[in-house]
């Protein structure tokens, strides 16, 4: 566990390290964030984050890789410090926009690993199909890719009133992580508050709308490059339930992995960064 001066001193020395690129985003820019070597034998790890989140959503991921490869975590339009995406928006305006801004964050032509956790592999999936030419895999992580499910509690979020104090927003913010985000509730540890209470002050993304939608599935029809997926077997987003995420993947591609981590939720990287750790860095290398 982590406590609270520990929390911000990892959030901190992370940001500390990174290499800023600006791409554009409409009126301003998209920011992207690079750890690690800047020339490395191994293709360079590009982190996307989940709905009414940021880069750090993959501060247990980013270290583990960043001593061997270039990792480079986006702030999705509307998140974190990147602008506001031009409305309206969908999940292929927003795929657009990080498309673009791959060719200077990757630049070259380059080939690179592409991870989408959550809404993260909801625009990761129409990435692949403008760059897949250039994408070594595609790795989708607790994605609904049938659809946000429309039951079960983590459509049971309390809405956090404007004007708390952070010791009043504290308790809601929490019990909301418990209910969408992981399995385990002691996982929610201070790191995991520090970071979900200055991401969700900070989000204009309306991603819930979008992510009810199949277009997950729909843009991983014949897909257009490897594709590989993690989940953990207690996630409450998917729908209909794992099972049938599970078919659907191998009526998609019949040979992508199917990786399932055992009493973790929806957050896996972060609930059992160990063992996803572990998983990634063997699909990385495969």
Known sequence: MTNAPDARAILDDLADRCRIIRTPCGTGDLVWRAWGPSESAKSPLVLLHGGSGAWNHWVRTIPHFANSRTVIAADLPGCGDSADPPEP????????????????????????????????????????????????????????????????????????????????????????????????????????????????????LRSRGIARRTVTADNLRNPTCPLAFIYGDRDPTLNPDLEGVR????????????????????????????????????????
Not at 105 to 119: D, N, Q, T, Y
Not at 251 to 266: C, K, T, W
């Open 89 to 204: 928006y969908d999940a292929e305006s927003l795929a657009e926009i990080l498309a673009n801004g791959l060719e200077t964050a990757v630049p070259g032509g380059a080939p690179f690993e592409l991870v989408g956790f959550s809404f993260g592999g909801i625009v990761g999936a129409p990435i692949a199909r403008c760059l897949g030419h250039r994408i070594c895999r595609l790795t989708i992580v607790g994605t609904p890719i049938l659809g946000l499910a429309t039951t079960g509690r983590a459509n049971d979020l309390a809405p956090v009133p404007e004007g708390l104090a952070p010791e009043e927003e504290a308790p809601i913010y929490r019990a909301n992580l418990e209910k969408l985000m992981v399995y385990a509730p002691d996982a929610i540890d201070d790191l995991a508050m520090a970071l979900h209470m200055e991401n969700m002050a900070r989000t204009r």
């Open 247 to 286: 078919e659907c993947v191998r009526a998609l591609d019949p040979n992508a992995p199917f990786l399932v981590l055992r009493n973790v939720g929806h957050w896996a990287q972060f609930e059992a960064a160990e063992q996803f750790n572990a998983l990634l860095a063997e699909l990385l290398e495969s």
